[in-house]
């Protein structure tokens, strides 16, 4: 009967994504901030005739946070779609993303990485092509695969010159090959790339508003909230360790980039007049701002742009689910058609205030955190960087409060809005545990950021 697969499948899926979740605080609880080497490391070998080869899989301080965010919002998108019609399918794919996204912070062999990190395209494809919203949704779709395949094809080359070169690719033996000057600008440059069209830095970004404003609502959780971040894991684990001396000199170009992605993403938030696209080029900002953290090359720096991207997980993975809630009832998202909202919905007003404070990084919220540090990083590396960098933070505020004001207070426009409802408690559920992790990350940022001294130090 199909309601009994129904309910199975439901069950299926959510006991599957809690028990990742369950396993990854219990990774994260277990976990040693004073322990210079990967933690909870598993080794796999096969060695027989046809196949013979060592895949190892570990943690560091780095990896652990995002491993965790990964588990936490798949099971809140799960929770949020449990209503949908072909929830079978959709479950399906999002737990096939996790997989991929759990292997790829794990792992510690770069071809394995690559692989993963290439193969959650499919998912997504599948994802935004048959459950997105519009028609444009196919051209967004190419565009998506566009940007992050050909950006790829170097780094697949790139990555088979280091294996000629050092008959290894464990992540742990790289970190110890010296390589010359100019194998190193190579190197770092395809590297770049591909993970630059990622985060998305400008002048990459194109793909992303687009991708963002077809996608179903879990799909830009994930987008904005784990897959950007595929982008900064990689800078972190490759280009700043294995390339140290060409991140250097390659720093005045990042510089460059970050800030004109900072200023311009936030001047194109202000223009828009979909909701998502205003939350997708606020991500655009905001991951430039982490970029400039990384090549800040102090620990401050890069422990702000770590915290900035957790944060970002949080903020942004939020405000999408809430443009999701407003979108399920009314089925637009053009900014026009909405304004006081606080007169019949004041739970999601209240709550849509929470989260528009924390993406323009109000003190408390985890978000103040992260880009204090990046600014105070950036500042004692590059006066005029850090300056053109804190502009940007200025107008997150400004595109923050504009939406919040527009959509939240003025008068009811009842000719566009009939069905009067308030967040229910399934909405409320996915809501709450991010609001938690935001103001506690806010408030005590020492009980995170102590696993990442010891790291951002080694690295």
């Known amino acids: 009967s199909f309601s009994q697969d129904k309910k199975y499948s439901k069950i299926c899926a959510l006991t599957t994504s809690l028990i990742v979740l369950i396993l990854s605080v219990e990774l994260l609880t277990s976990f040693k901030s004073n322990v210079e080497s990967f933690q909870h490391v598993v080794v796999y070998k096969i060695d027989n005739s046809f196949l013979n080869f060592v895949v190892s899989f570990g943690l560091d301080g780095v990896s652990i946070y995002f491993f965790y965010l990964t588990a936490l919002l798949i099971f809140l998108c799960i929770v949020f779609i449990i209503n949908e019609n072909k929830f079978k399918d959709y479950a399906v794919n999002l737990l096939l993303i996790e997989l991929f996204l759990c292997i790829i912070f794990s792992v510690l062999d770069l071809m394995i990485f690559y692989i993963f990190f290439e193969a959650i395209l499919v998912p997504m494809y599948l994802l935004i092509g048959i459950w997105g919203s519009r028609e444009?949704?196919?051209?967004?779709?190419?565009?998506?695969?566009?940007?992050?395949?050909?950006?790829?094809?170097?780094?697949?080359?790139s990555i088979l010159y280091i294996y000629n070169k050092t008959g290894s690719l464990s992540l742990e033996y790289l970190m110890t090959v010296e390589f010359t000057f100019t194998e190193q600008l190579f190197l770092w440059s395809a590297f770049f790339l591909s993970f630059a069209s990622k985060i998305p830095m400008f002048p990459f970004h194109?793909?992303?508003?687009?991708a963002h404003v077809e996608a179903p609502t879990v799909g830009s959780v994930l987008l904005a909230g784990i897959l950007l971040k595929l982008g900064v894991y990689g800078l972190l684990r490759f280009n700043l360790t294995v390339f140290a001396d060409a991140s250097f000199y390659f720093s005045p170009l990042v510089y460059l980039m970050s800030c004109?992605?900072?200023?311009?993403?936030?001047?194109?938030?202000?223009?828009?007049?979909?909701?998502?696209?205003?939350?997708?080029?606020?991500?655009?900002?905001?991951?430039?701002?982490?970029t400039l953290g990384i090549f800040s090359f102090n620990s401050i720096g890069v422990e702000g742009a770590i915290v900035q991207s957790i944060s970002h997980g949080f903020v942004s993975g939020g405000l999408f689910f809430l443009i999701g809630i407003v979108y399920n009832r009314y089925h637009t998202r053009y900014l026009y058609y909405y304004g006081g909202i606080v007169h019949y919905m004041p739970i999601y007003s209240a709550t849509f205030l929470v989260f528009t404070l924390a993406n323009i990084a109000l003190p408390t919220t985890s978000s103040f955190v992260g880009e204090f540090l990046i600014l105070s990083g950036i500042y004692k590396t590059?006066?005029?960087?850090?300056?053109?960098?804190?502009?940007?933070?200025?107008?997150?505020?400004?595109?923050?409060?504009?939406?919040?004001?527009?959509?939240?207070?003025?008068?009811?426009?009842?000719?566009?809005?009939?069905?009067?409802?308030d967040i229910n408690f399934r909405e409320?559920?996915?809501?709450?545990?991010?609001f938690i992790y935001i103001v506690i990350l806010g408030i005590f940022p020492s009980y995170f950021t102590q696993n990442l001294h010891f790291v951002v130090n080694t690295l």
């Open 428 to 434: 409320f559920f996915i809501m709450f545990p991010l």
């Open 260 to 290: 004109i992605g900072v200023v311009y993403a936030s001047l194109a938030a202000l223009r828009q007049t979909d909701l998502k696209r205003i939350i997708a080029y606020s991500s655009v900002a905001h991951m430039n701002l982490v």
């Open 206 to 210: 194109i793909w992303l508003p687009e």
């Open 382 to 421: 590059n006066v005029v960087t850090g300056i053109i960098a804190a502009l940007g933070v200025i107008l997150s505020g400004a595109y923050s409060l504009w939406l919040y004001n527009k959509m939240t207070f003025g008068n009811l426009k009842v000719t566009f809005l009939s069905k009067f409802q």
């Open 136 to 157: 444009r949704k196919i051209r967004a779709v190419y565009l998506f695969f566009f940007y992050t395949l050909c950006s790829s094809l170097l780094f697949l080359i």
